[in-house]
């Protein structure tokens, strides 16, 4: 039991809570904002019925009704709810380095049952289109025009925008298969640390977004992400993403990193836009250090998130589709190879040999083009989904690398290119020493296709006499640069 004489006082941009004896008393505070008009008692009394009623849905052992505080000859309305205990709140837990495992991971079931059963309409899934979204970006990046350069850094500011458009313009395909799969819900809104408790019979998950239905009609996993978003602000970034990783579970999601990145961020510029809001009205510093470590975490998970199209190549032997390999363990990219592609549409299996002479059978030009039209025209579709992709090809024609940057561009990845390299007296040994191999390539014909290759200016030499290991982290730190 909470003690009665343990009463506080927690104010936010728009509310105030007063904590006393076994209750909660939340009022609005009589503000109008660009995006809530609590200015007058009706809208706030209406405010305050709404929060009551949205709230029950997720904690409605908490949320117990309204009352009104009178005196001075005015009535003021207030939302009366049963005190949650101090040292149970998600965030606290967070700073004290608790063990959160099993509380993160039946929160993720709650959400997961509760968005099962979320309304869904045709206005709701309009809310979560690739366009509405683009359109919330963009309306807090103008609300957060007024900051620029004090506390915001300008530059980031601009980088934002730029990943966020350009994630947006090529996901097309993505949004609309999330529309199409009913993944668009009536959600929470605004789940951060400080509204979790976690209890012994279970946790209370409480104050969902209430002043603008649109703002809480979201992909469930936008929902989720903003709890994942604040963990890892509080310094527990393996919590937030074991926190994802149970939600896609329990929810059966099979949403790709880069959507993930792409909601952390978006959220971390709505926190971003209030610690802006919180510093015009009180002008603490720590506002504005809040405010900009939270757009530095937008810009983190944005850069993380741009999908990317990265090109594996060199001569047979170079080890390229040892390193295609690895560097798609390492970064969760979907592999395509063209000596697989290219047996694959021969209705050959992988491993049974198809050799011939240079430029000849399934090596012939014709056989060659296929296999590279289907290589692009897979990466693309892959990439419009949200997938970064590697493909693993020698790619010594400068004509289909031009063709690889055209499906980049078409599809707004971020376009990288890794040559592999080795002496030719180590590129015979390998070949002549591969166990179970994909390719027909020997000797000769790496040779001859060293005199027929392209220049490749544009890309980063790996040279496979290292470890392959040390070969692989080359390559990612190259992939995750910004």
């Given at each position: ?25 939340k009022?609005k ?16 009394r ?30 003021e309305p ?5 005190r949650m ?13 608790v063990d959160?495992?099993?509380?993160l ?10 968005h099962?059963?979320a309304?869904?309409?045709?206005v709701?899934?309009?809310e ?11 309306r807090?990046?103008?609300?957060l025009?007024?900051?620029r ?13 730029e ?10 395909p ?16 605004d ?20 002043f ?6 979201v ?50 510029v ?5 610690g802006?809001?919180?510093?015009a009205?009180?002008g603490?510093?720590?506002d504005?250090?809040n ?15 741009e ?7 060199g ?47 399934l ?8 296999v590279?039209t ?8 892959l ?7 590697v ?11 031009e ?5 980049a ?55 496979t ?12 730190q ?5």
């Amino acid at each position: 039991m909470v003690s009665p004489a343990a009463s506080a006082v927690r104010e936010t941009h728009v509310g105030v809570v007063v904590l006393t004896g076994e209750r909660a008393l939340k009022t609005k505070k009589p503000v109008r904002t660009a995006f809530c008009d609590f200015s007058t008692p009706a809208l706030r009394r209406e405010a305050i019925e709404r929060e009551l009623w949205l709230n029950t849905r997720l904690a409605p052992d908490v949320y117990l009704g309204t009352a009104e505080l009178t005196g001075a000859g005015c009535a003021e309305p207030v939302l009366v709810m049963r005190r949650m205990p101090e040292d149970a709140r998600l965030s606290t837990l967070v700073r004290q380095g608790v063990d959160l495992t099993e509380p993160l991971r039946e929160i993720a079931r709650r959400m997961a049952a509760f968005h099962t059963t979320a309304a869904r309409t045709p206005v709701i899934t309009a809310e979560g289109s690739r366009d509405a979204l683009a359109g919330r970006w963009h309306r807090n990046l103008d609300e957060l025009a007024p900051f620029r350069d004090a506390p915001l850094p300008g530059a980031d500011l601009d980088r934002v925008r730029e990943l966020a458009d350009s994630f947006l313009a090529g996901r097309g395909p993505l949004f609309a298969r999330r529309a199409a799969e009913s993944r668009i819900v009536d959600g929470h809104g605004d789940l951060l640390a400080d509204d979790v408790f976690c209890l012994p019979d279970g946790p209370r998950i409480l104050d969902c977004l209430d002043f603008d239905d649109r703002l809480r009609f979201v992909d469930a996993l936008d929902d989720v992400c903003f709890l994942a978003m604040d963990l890892e602000r509080l310094g527990a970034p393996e919590a937030a993403e074991q926190q994802l990783d149970d939600y896609c579970e329990f929810s059966a999601d099979p949403a790709p990193m880069t959507l993930r990145h792409h909601y952390i961020a978006y959220r971390a510029v709505v926190r971003a836009k209030v610690g802006c809001l919180r510093l015009a009205q009180t002008g603490d510093p720590h506002d504005a250090e809040n405010a900009r470590s939270h757009l530095a975490l937008a810009l983190d998970h944005l850069r993380h998130g741009e999908p990317r199209l990265g090109l594996v190549g060199g001569l047979p032997g170079t080890g390229k589709s040892t390193l295609a390999g690895d560097l798609t363990d390492l970064t969760g990219a979907v592999l395509l190879s063209s000596d697989r592609v290219r047996k694959e549409q021969a209705g050959v299996t992988p491993t049974d040999p198809a050799g011939a002479p240079f430029g000849g059978g399934l090596y012939d030009a014709e056989h060659t083009a296929a296999v590279y039209t289907e290589l692009l025209e897979r990466a693309e579709l892959l990439l419009g989904q949200g997938e970064s992709v590697v493909l693993d090809a020698s790619w010594t024609d400068a004509g289909w690398r031009e063709r690889a940057a055209d499906v980049a561009e078409r599809a707004s990845a971020r376009l990288l290119r890794f040559v592999c390299t080795a002496p030719v007296e180590e590129l015979a040994r390998r070949i002549m020493t591969r166990r179970t191999p994909i390719s027909d390539a020997t000797p000769g014909i790496a040779l001859a296709m060293a005199e027929v290759a392209a220049p490749w200016p544009e890309a980063v030499e790996i040279a496979t006499t290292e470890l392959p290991s040390a070969c692989a982290v080359r390559a990612q730190q190259v992939w995750d640069g910004a």
